[in-house]
């Protein structure tokens, strides 16, 4: 089977970095993707990483290191904007059939402080 | 943001009666999925569709069923709906099939007494 594993919350002040980490254990892994959604809204993608390394869009950077199964998700120069929960995610197979589908972590609750 | 809509965005109902959520999308992505969130779960695919006609269940598919007969719509039923169905449901698309890049409907908050 498979399994993510991110903090439950995570708390910052505005301005600070935060780092949240993901680690994983799939069967068959694909790349690690990480979606932010706010109170009440929808999921929306933020990045996708196949590749051992940080890629970095913006103020969001995201790191995977498939030897360790392990990534993170970094939020640079934090703004309130920014409370929100984050969910890494994987794509593996699922158990009906051979397609590959994502799997979500239960994600993380940010709360950017004043 | 992608073109999906789902109705209704509320619903109360009582357990025991059927219910249907509709997901319909202007982008004509092929792939479409149904999800589930719940408090400390995240989300959990209940049934996918890879093509008009074509579907295929998902991690929680128990009590769920759906039907695709238009590339826009995606029909998610709980024939006899129960009070562990109460949830948080999210219509996706996307334009491969498990792609990391999945871009979700606003939601349908739903309650089951």
């Known amino acids: 089977g498979q399994s993510l594993e991110q903090p439950s919350e995570v708390t910052a002040v505005e301005g600070a970095i935060v780092q949240i980490n993901c680690t994983y254990q799939t069967s068959g892994f694909y790349g690690l993707s990480w979606y932010q959604q706010h109170d009440g809204g929808a999921p929306t993608f933020l990045s996708y990483n196949a590749l051992d390394g940080l890629e970095e869009t913006g103020r969001f950077s995201s790191f995977l290191s498939r030897s360790d199964s392990y990534g993170y998700l970094l939020l640079q120069e934090l703004q309130m904007k920014d409370s929100a929960s984050y969910f890494c995610a994987v794509r593996d197979e699922i158990s009906s059939g051979s397609a590959r589908q994502l799997t979500f972590g239960s994600g993380t609750q940010l709360t950017v402080l004043p | 943001d992608a073109g999906i809509t789902q109705s209704p965005r509320h619903k109360v109902t009582e357990t025991g009666t059927p219910v249907t959520l509709r997901c319909h999308q202007t982008?004509?992505?092929?792939?479409m999925y149904w999800y589930r969130q719940d408090p400390g779960h995240g989300l959990r695919l209940i049934h996918y569709s890879y093509g008009v006609k074509d579907t295929d269940k998902g991690e929680v598919s128990d009590g769920y069923s759906v039907s695709r007969s238009k590339t826009e719509d995606f029909l998610l039923t709980l024939e006899s709906a129960t009070s562990s169905q109460t949830s948080v449901y999210f219509c996706?698309?996307?334009?491969?099939?498990?792609?990391?890049?999945?871009?979700f409907g606003p939601g349908t908050r739903l309650t089951v007494l």
């Open positions: 982008e004509n992505h092929r792939y």
């Open positions: 996706a698309i996307s334009d491969l099939l498990g792609a990391d890049t999945q871009y």
